[in-house]
């Protein structure tokens, strides 16, 4: 069964760091681009960022740009977010999500599929 | 940047249709797809590029994109299907979510 779990997170002051993982295991993690998907409290989802499947093209959400980065390690089956300089605004439910993609002529269809269960970030003093 | 637009609740009775709507501009010429989250859950996939259901997900789930507007469609709508529900599109190498649409079946 194709799955991803989430973890790493925690209680970290305004300015910290926290570094967020990801298991992913079911499905040959190498060919699949990868993403990070944020969830404020009793708020809606907020893209955070994508990573291709060799790392090559990587992505950010402006809110994040310069201070969050995301990798991967294929040979771990792992994803990763590193979160520098971080914000009150930055509290919030941390999901890992596989992406699909579907392309035809100059267009292009993406889902996220499957989602973790998600990991709990708070920034607060 | 690129916005998608959902109204904030919609409500159903039993049995009834339901219908979600996002609207974003020129949304016809994007590929839309739908999550659902249930209290305290994971979101879940019901609806990807426009109309096609992963498997797993009930008949009554039914997408369309046309215009400016797509619109999840929940047939013979049951009390199980009670969550909040978030359209979803892909612009310029960025992902967008719609603000989510809160299902009630009355």
């Known amino acids: 069964e194709v799955h991803v779990v989430e973890s790493g997170g925690g209680l970290v002051k305004p300015g910290g760091s926290l570094r967020l993982s990801c298991a992913a295991s079911?499905?040959?993690?190498?060919?699949?681009?990868m993403n990070w998907v944020r969830q404020a409290p009793g708020k809606g989802l907020e893209w955070v960022s994508s990573?291709?499947?060799?790392?090559?093209?990587?992505y950010y959400a402006d809110s994040v740009k310069g201070r969050f980065t995301i990798s991967r390690d294929n040979a771990k089956n792992s994803l990763y977010l590193q979160m520098n300089s971080l914000r009150a605004e930055d509290t919030a439910v941390y999901y890992c999500?596989?992406?699909?993609?579907?392309?035809?002529?100059?267009?292009?269809?993406?889902?996220?599929?499957?989602w973790g269960q998600g990991t709990l970030v708070t920034v607060s003093s | 940047s690129y916005e998608l637009t959902q109204p904030p609740s919609v409500s159903v009775s039993p049995g009834q249709t339901a219908s979600i709507t996002c609207s974003g501009d020129?949304?016809?010429?994007?590929?839309a797809c739908w999550y659902q989250q249930k209290s305290g859950q994971s979101p879940v996939l019901v609806i990807y590029?426009?109309?096609k259901r992963p498997s797993g997900i009930p008949e009554r789930f039914s997408g369309s994109n046309s215009g400016n507007t797509a619109t999840l469609t929940i047939s013979g709508t049951q009390a199980m299907d009670e969550a909040d529900y978030y359209c979803?599109?892909?612009?310029?190498?960025?992902?967008?979510f719609g603000g989510g649409t809160k299902l009630t079946v009355l």
């Open positions: 999500a596989r992406e699909e993609i579907y392309t035809s002529g100059s267009y292009s269809a993406k889902w996220f599929d499957p």
């Open positions: 079911g499905f040959t993690f190498s060919t699949y681009d």
């Open positions: 990573i291709s499947s060799s790392s090559s093209y990587i």
């Open positions: 020129k949304l016809g010429d994007k590929y």
């Open positions: 590029q426009d109309t």
């Open positions: 979803q599109a892909w612009d310029s190498n960025t992902v967008v």
